[in-house]
Structure formats: C-alpha cells, structure tokens
C-alpha cells in the first residue's frame, strides 16, 4: 500500500514535510520549520509523529527554512537515513540551518538574561545544524534518476524557486504498473532574471502541490521593477532611507540585480548607497556565482560579459554586526536590505525600530508575509508596530511589490498542473481561506480529484 501524511504546510504555508511510504520504503520530501504565528511556532519542538530512526530518505525540495529547517532536529532525534538534494541546494541549506541554528542560541541566551535563570534551551543549536549535514548523500543532478530501492526511483526537475530548487518526481514499479508521484515543491513565478523557469513536470499519477498563491496571479515582473526602482527614487528624493526586509536567499539577489538595472538606466543615481546587512545573503551572493549553470539566461550572459552579476559601483556588504550597527546612524538617502523577510527575526528589526516612525522613510516589501508576523501587520496597515518591547510608530511610506514572489501565480500553477494531467492533486502549502480555498475549485474544473489535507491525516494513494 501506498500512503502519503502530511505533517507539515498542511492548511497552512509553513513546515513543510511529506512522508511517502511507498515500496516498504519511508521517504519525506522536505522537513521544513513552522514559521509565524508563536502558537505555530511551539510546534516545532513538539515530537514529530512519525519515528525519525524509521525514515530512509530524506528528498529535499530546496533551502529555505520552511523546507529543511527541522531537519537538524530530525537527525538529533535518530534519523540514520540519506538526505538528496542538488548541489546548490545543499550548499545554500548549510548557510541557513548554522544561521538558524545561531539566532535560536542568541534567542536562547537573551531570554536567559531577561529570565534571570534558566530559559528554555535553543531549539537546536550549531552542532546540532552541523550534525544534520553529515546526512546529505547523493546530490541529485536536474533529470537524472537516483536509485532509492529496486524498482523505486526518484528525479529533479528545476523548479525555478530559488537556486538549486526542483520538484520531484518518484517512479514506483515497473511497465503497467509504474505509478508516478510528483511533488512540486516551491514552484517559481516564471521570467525572473537570475534563474530558469519551472520545468513542466511529466504526466503523473498523483502531484502533491503548493497553493502559496493559488487565490491570485501577480502583476508582470516589469511593473514590480518600475515600482520597486520609483518607491526608492521618491524616498531617497525625500532624503529617506528606504529599508527592504529580505529573505538572503535568491530575493535580494534579485533586488540588488534590479537595483543595479535602475542605476545602469540612468533612474537612480550613480552614488546610491545600497548596503547589504546580511551575513548569509553575502554568503549566499557568493554561492550564485559558483553555479553559471543553474542560472537564467540574462545572469548567465551578464556573467560571460564581465563577471559581476549585480554590477552595483556603491554597494557594500555589511558582514559584522559592529558595521550593521553604524547604519543605524543613517538618517537617510541610503537603501538597507536585511532580513528577515517576514521581520521576525534578524537585522532588519533595529531598522525598521530606526526608520519606521520617520515620514521621509519607507519600507518596502517584496516578498511573502505569513500571517501573524509584524511584516504582515504592517502590510496590513498597523500604526505601531512592536519591537524590542516598545511599540514604534509606523510613519514611514509602505509599499508591497509582489510581483517579485518566488512563488507561481494562479494561472501558472494551473498550468503546470496540466502537463502532469494526474488523477489525483493533493493541495499543501497554502493558506486556507486563501491559496487553498481558492485553488481547489480550478483543480477539479480541470477534471482532477482534489485533496486539501489536514496534518497528520493518511492518505491512500492505491
Ligand atoms: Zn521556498
Ligand atoms: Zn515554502
């Protein structure tokens, strides 16, 4: 028998993690960390409920925190398995599980301090991160099977999410009885500059997919860069400081490569300063380079005409905390890009608490806001926002591009859906009363049986 949980991104965006026991083989695909809400959040120390020493492979879709976030806790909890995933991806994971791993110490020393006595520990800490990346086997090469038992394969297909992402495709059995299961992962919003697009995924039995933006398209890739390029030419016109919360991973490269295009054009001028306060997105522009092949066309050819892919003259990276802080004293005309994106952790805090409450400021939002974090709240228009314990006015202009989303749009999820033509979609990674409540009715117009599932709840796949 063939079954498929959900513990995790099921009703909701984050914690993705999908077991398929299939073959007498137990496969997770991802093993993501629950992100937002608090109450959300607690439930990633809660014990996983599967036995992690039962699991064999783990297939990891790609590095963002919300995919491979747990993993560190499934290894100190007794997985001996093999962790699959293309080179880029492992790479960018290592960064993001020792910087994850790192902020929960910082979190876990502070509240020690505010506590005055023993806080609850790190829910995992460096080594822990460290000892999970013992487990990474085979790197899974775009279209190539890897062999995970006799009569069960497994592939990458690019993704088009961020550098190194793919869906994965698994072929159980052989001739008339192959079933196929696809699993989408993220899936990318097409036309972005640094990377390839999605590639359509072949004809499947069973596609578990994501729904982040199943209730809308976004607006072209072109009017997001106008606005993008026009919001930072008025405030820095304004004297302003323009803060642009980031993920590390693939947004502010693509910002900056943006950033670099207005300047080149002649819309922003030559001497802004554009700081890059993230240590793991430095890193991260880093691993970019190394990987021409995984790139899209425009980065590829601006690389084989001169090398530097984001051509900024001012831009600086910001690697020690020291030099993070002496933005600070910015009163304005520079562009800070810090993470996180969901401004629920990181740098970008002690921006935002220095340039919210300014009128001549603003902030920019490119990305996705769970909801529940103060990104999303002040999106949603809030007029104080809470930071180190102090409420800080929200004066500053507030934009929201989403044209940048990593994420497909309604129409191209729809689309990509088609090829693989499946009997049967599993919706996951979606709010419910938005990507998911929306998303379900399109699948089944198509002719689709369309599962939302609950977390933990089993599903037959025979
Ligand atoms: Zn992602
Ligand atoms: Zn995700």
Redesign the pocket.
């Known amino acids: 028998m063939t079954s498929l949980t959900c513990h995790g991104a099921a009703g909701e965006v984050t914690g993705s993690c999908h077991l398929l026991e299939c073959m007498g083989q137990r496969i997770l695909v991802d093993c993501g960390l629950f992100q937002g809400r608090d109450a959300l959040e607690r439930e990633n120390a809660l014990a996983f409920a599967f036995d992690p020493a039962s699991i064999d492979f783990v297939l990891l879709t790609?590095a963002?925190l919300?995919?491979c976030g747990r993993l560190p806790l499934l290894a100190r909890r007794g997985f001996r398995g093999e962790i699959i995933a293309t080179a880029p991806t492992r790479e960018l994971t290592r960064l993001v599980l020792t910087d994850a791993a790192s902020l929960q110490e910082e979190d876990a020393q502070s509240n020690a301090r505010k506590l005055h006595g023993p806080a609850p520990p790190p829910l995992y800490t460096l080594e822990d991160a460290f000892h999970a990346m013992d487990f990474f086997g085979r790197r899974a090469e775009y279209g190539r099977d890897i062999a995970l038992a006799p009569g069960l394969t497994a592939h990458f297909i690019d993704a088009g999410?961020?550098l190194g992402s793919a869906s994965v495709v698994i072929d159980a059995g052989d001739g008339a009885h192959r079933r196929r299961f696809v699993f989408s992962g993220?899936l990318g919003n097409p036309g972005r500059p640094l990377l390839r697009d999605a590639e359509p995924p072949p004809a499947a039995d069973v596609v578990v997919m994501e729904a982040t933006y199943g209730d809308r398209d976004h607006r072209s890739m072109s009017d997001s860069v106008d606005e993008l390029v026009g919001a930072v030419a008025d405030r820095i016109e304004h004297g302003g400081n323009v803060i642009i919360p980031t993920f590390a991973l693939e947004r502010a490269q693509e910002i900056l490569y943006h950033l670099a295009d207005g300047i080149r054009q002649g819309l922003l001028p030559r001497t802004l300063p554009v700081f890059l306060d993230s240590p793991m997105a430095i890193s991260a522009t880093e691993t970019f380079a190394r990987y021409p092949d995984c790139l899209g066309e425009a980065a590829r050819e601006r690389l084989a005409e001169g090398g530097d892919l984001f051509g900024l003259p001012t831009l600086r990276f910001t690697r020690e905390t020291a030099d993070s802080m002496a933005l600070n004293r910015i009163k304005g005309g520079a562009v800070i890009l810090a993470g996180s994106g969901m401004c629920t952790g990181g740098r970008v805090r002690h921006h935002l608490e220095h340039n919210l409450w300014r009128k001549n400021a603003g902030v920019i939002f490119v990305g996705y806001a769970a909801s529940g974090t103060p990104a999303r709240r002040i999106i949603d228009g809030a007029k104080t926002v809470r930071l180190f314990g102090e409420d800080v006015r929200v004066q500053a202009r507030i934009w929201t591009i989403n044209g940048f989303s990593?994420h497909a749009g309604q129409h191209d999820l729809l689309g990509w859906l088609r090829h693989a033509a499946p009997k049967k979609a599993v919706l996951v990674h979606g709010e419910a009363d938005r990507g998911l409540s929306a998303l379900a009715p399109h699948v089944e117009a198509l002719g689709i049986d369309c599962v939302v599932p609950a977390q933990g709840e089993r599903l037959t796949l025979d």
């Open positions: 790609h963002h919300d995919h999410h961020m993220d990593a």
